[in-house]
């Protein structure tokens, strides 16, 4: 009995002392930090030349990696998001909101934003009642950074992320961040109005076998939200036998790194000497960063699978935005409309849809040699 007590004891005790070697502190005191929503407000416009989305007033937070910006910010009185801001004020006039920890949720005046010695990132109303949290304490994290492709991660000591904004998408997705049909994220939900920062009726949603855009009927809610299908991404199309289906080209990955795509099917292969087909190979060669390195070679009647969801840039001459494209290193090639004179960059190249309309072109970039 006594033994067995003791052998209680001890493992009770090495249960004390593994605890306690677990909670003692891992993030260095140098990369705690502890934000106060307090202070100055700035406008939604500091200048007259831009004016971040939802013209709301709000604090940036000192954490900050060029073009993204954490803030807290609002659209009605002592009601804050915690959110970040893309955008550099020279290259756009609206600077979006690409993420948001607390939808819904808005916490008041004073409220925290911080990375505690666990390795918790915690946002709080200035009473401690905790609204957000990354659950990461005794996880291993040892610093939190914003990564230049606007994903927030806590990593441990290996560089592995513990945690990543890009996990939890609110209603926008940036280069490189995916929505995933194994594991998740699945979705991006809008907000219900320029003032109003809680869910709104749009999600968008990827399934098994199609990216889905759904609308809720909102007044007929028995029981929780019925969704019904508004529309899909992709375009219908007939094939011979008078069957609709959703044309695959609009999959960025459809055709690889980089391919001609027709009627969901990956055709051909661009080179600067013409088409040839395609297989798995195909790619472009890495131009470099040396403007007198590069050329572009032409295609004409493509688009570019960004095109479907965004305006471009422009009116603009082609030539304009050939020189927006050499002189970013990272541009692979640019796309541009004669009709409209609008320009897109683009930074991936991946599957490039044939279009009927003559008045589309793509340019490549590729080595000289
Ligand atoms: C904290 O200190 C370490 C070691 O000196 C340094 O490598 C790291 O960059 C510092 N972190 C910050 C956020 O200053
Ligand atoms: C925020 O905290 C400061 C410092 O504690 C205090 O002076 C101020 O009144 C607080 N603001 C509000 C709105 O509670
Ligand atoms: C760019 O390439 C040209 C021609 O090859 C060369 O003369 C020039 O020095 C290069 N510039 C830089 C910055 O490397
Ligand atoms: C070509 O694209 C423009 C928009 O860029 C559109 O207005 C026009 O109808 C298209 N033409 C054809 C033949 O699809």
């Keep these: 009995m006594t033994a067995y007590s003791s052998l209680v004891s001890f493992i009770f005790i090495s249960f004390l002392f ?4 677990i909670s003692i502190a891992i ?26 989305e939802y013209a709301p007033t709000y604090r940036p937070l000192p954490a900050f990696t060029f073009p993204f910006q954490l803030c807290f910010y609002n659209t009605t009185p002592n009601a804050y998001t915690l959110a970040l801001r893309m955008g550099a004020v020279r290259t756009q006039t609206v600077l979006p909101w690409v993420w948001e920890a607390n939808r819904g949720k808005p916490v008041r005046e004073n409220a925290t934003f911080s990375l505690g010695s666990d390795g918790n990132l915690i946002l709080a109303e200035a009473n401690g009642q905790i609204v957000w949290q990354t659950n990461t304490a005794n996880k291993g994290v040892v610093g939190f950074a914003i990564l230049s492709d606007g994903n927030m991660v806590l990593r441990d000591s290996k560089g592995n992320f513990v945690w990543q904004s890009f996990d939890s998408p609110t209603d926008t997705l940036l280069i490189g961040q995916s929505l995933r049909v194994k594991g998740g994220p699945y979705k991006l939900v809008s907000r219900e ?11 968008f949603v990827i399934e098994p076998k199609r990216l889905a855009l759904l609308y809720t009927y909102r007044a007929n809610v028995r029981g929780g939200a019925t969704w019904s299908l508004l529309n899909t991404l992709f375009d219908k199309r007939e094939n011979d036998n008078g069957m609709i289906f959703e044309d695959e080209c609009q999959l960025p990955n459809r055709c690889g790194k980089f391919g001609l795509c027709e009627d969901s099917q990956c055709v051909g292969c661009p080179t600067p000497n013409g088409v040839f ?36 840039n422009g009116p603009m001459k082609r030539s304009d935005c050939e020189s927006k494209c050499t002189k970013d290193c990272k541009c692979m090639g640019y796309f541009y409309h ?12 991946k599957t490039l849809s044939r279009v009927a309309n003559s008045t589309h072109y793509a340019y490549i970039k590729t080595p000289i040699s």
């Design 277 to 312: 087909a395609w297989s798995k190979d195909c790619d472009t060669k890495p131009p470099g960063c040396n403007a007198s390195g590069f050329k572009y070679y032409e295609l004409k009647g493509v688009n570019h699978f960004t095109i479907k969801y965004t305006g471009g």
């Design 18 to 21: 593994s605890s306690f070697s």
């Design 27 to 52: 993030v260095p005191a140098n990369e705690t930090f502890h934000y106060v929503n307090e202070g100055e407000l700035r406008l939604g416009s500091d200048y007259l030349t831009f004016v971040s």
């Design 338 to 349: 004669t009709d409209r004179s609008r320009c897109w960059i683009a930074y991936e190249l």
């Design 193 to 203: 109005s320029e003032t109003n920062n809680v869910d709104g009726v749009y999600s």
